[in-house]
Nanobody, 121 residues
């Protein structure tokens, strides 16, 4: 059993910054991938950024140059540094991870509950 918990959301003015964090806890042998998704009101959930073990980070075109994803494998955590925020970044941001709980086990997909990010003046 694995749990993901996001933190760091809040209200910020356009041009401001926020740093989101995700912590994975529970029975964790290894984490194959971690990423961030977001969902704005009335819109579908979309991929923001993700990073796979041994690979470079990937970003949606809309956030390239403004957002930075990072991962601490030893602590099973992931951050999303968001700079130059725009009103269109307003959404609930979700942490996602693929976790293996034991040697020889399968990689299972987990989601956090989400954290609200509101960009408004």
């Amino acid at each position: 059993q694995v749990q993901l918990m996001e933190s760091g959301g809040g209200l910020v003015q356009p041009g401001g910054s926020l740093r989101l964090s995700c912590v994975a806890s529970g029975i964790i042998f290894s984490i194959d991938y971690m990423g961030w998704y977001r969902q704005a009101p009335g819109k579908q959930r979309e991929l923001v950024a993700f990073i796979r073990s041994g690979s470079s980070a990937n970003y949606a075109d809309s956030v390239k140059g403004r957002f930075t994803i990072s991962r601490d494998n030893a602590k099973n955590t992931m951050d999303l540094q968001m700079n130059s925020l725009k009103p269109e970044d307003t959404a609930v941001y979700y942490c996602n991870a693929g976790v293996k709980s034991w040697l020889g086990g399968t990689v299972r997909d987990y989601w956090g509950q989400g954290t609200q990010v509101t960009v408004s003046s």
